[in-house]
Nanobody, 123 residues
Framework: QLQLVESGGGLVQPGGSLRLSCAAS?????IGWFRQAPGKEREGVSC????????HYADSVKGRFTISRDNAKNTVYLEMNTLKPEDTAVYYC???????????????????WGQGTQVTVSS
């Protein structure tokens, strides 16, 4: 059974940084990070490919967020810098069971989801 566990959320001031982690038990799959703010749709933030490590970012986070993975630890990270109040949301990681595909920020491609971790950017 695939399990995804996020950690690393918290409260940070504007301009600050956080690193989120997603531990994926025993599987090497395309992993995506999504976020959902109150009253808004869940949106794709970034994703990373399972084999070649290719990455993709939403325009709103390009240049500020970096996704990476440590396959030895089955963990995917989302380094978030220069955080803004509009980055406030619950952040979820998700796994795409399709093989040999580029990662995508399209939510329907993802089959398994973590429980989410809250990120609050506020002074």
């Amino acid at each position: 059974q695939l399990q995804l566990v996020e950690s690393g959320g918290g409260l940070v001031q504007p301009g600050g940084s956080l690193r989120l982690s997603c531990a994926a038990s025993g599987f090497r799959l395309n992993i995506g990070w999504f976020r959902q703010a109150p009253g808004k749709e869940r949106e794709g933030v970034s994703c990373i490919g399972s084999t070649d490590g290719s990455t993709h970012y939403a325009d709103s986070v390009k240049g500020r967020f970096t996704i990476s993975r440590d396959n030895a630890k089955n963990t995917v990270y989302l380094e978030m810098n220069t955080l803004k109040p509009e980055d406030t949301a619950v952040y979820y990681c998700a796994a795409d069971l399709r093989l040999n595909r580029l990662c995508t920020l399209q939510r329907p491609a993802y089959n398994y989801w973590g429980q989410g971790t809250q990120v609050t950017v506020s002074s």
